[in-house]
Every structure is written in structure tokens, then in C-alpha cells.
């Protein structure tokens, strides 16, 4: 079974979005700490993460989410 060929621009995009928001989390991090306590803004992190990844894991169709999410989420 042949592997389909990749689409450039997608990964392009792709790889140009995750620059932008691994460049823009340093930046609001430099932000942040200068008004925000560093545990709150680790919580406000954490909790910004467990957010996204239960709405992909809801979007996936996971039959039970109570089974996939931890008990600190």
C-alpha cells in the first residue's frame, strides 16, 4: 500500500503555527510574571491544558471522558 504524499503547505502552516504559539507563550510568560504570582499562573496553565485536552478527547468521541480525565482535572 503506497503512503499518500505529504502536502507541504499544510505542514508548512502547521509547523508556522506551532512556532507562533510556542514563541507567544515566552512572551506572555514575561508578561505574566511581572503582575501574576508564578502558582497562579501555573494553575491558569494547567488548567488551560486540561481544558484543551478533554475537548480533543470529546471531539475524538470517546465513549466515557470520565475514565480519560484525571481526578485533578
Known sequence: M???KPNLWIEGALLALLAL???SS???IKIA???IPPIT???????????????VVYLR?????????????
Open 2 to 4: 503506497p503512503t499518500p
Open 21 to 23: 504559539l510556542w514563541g
Open 26 to 28: 515566552y512572551l506572555f
Open 33 to 35: 510574571v511581572a503582575d
Open 41 to 55: 499562573l501555573i494553575a491558569i496553565r494547567v488548567s488551560i491544558a486540561c481544558a484543551f485536552l478533554l475537548a
Open 61 to 73: 468521541g470517546a465513549s466515557n471522558t470520565s475514565t480519560v480525565a484525571s481526578p485533578a482535572c
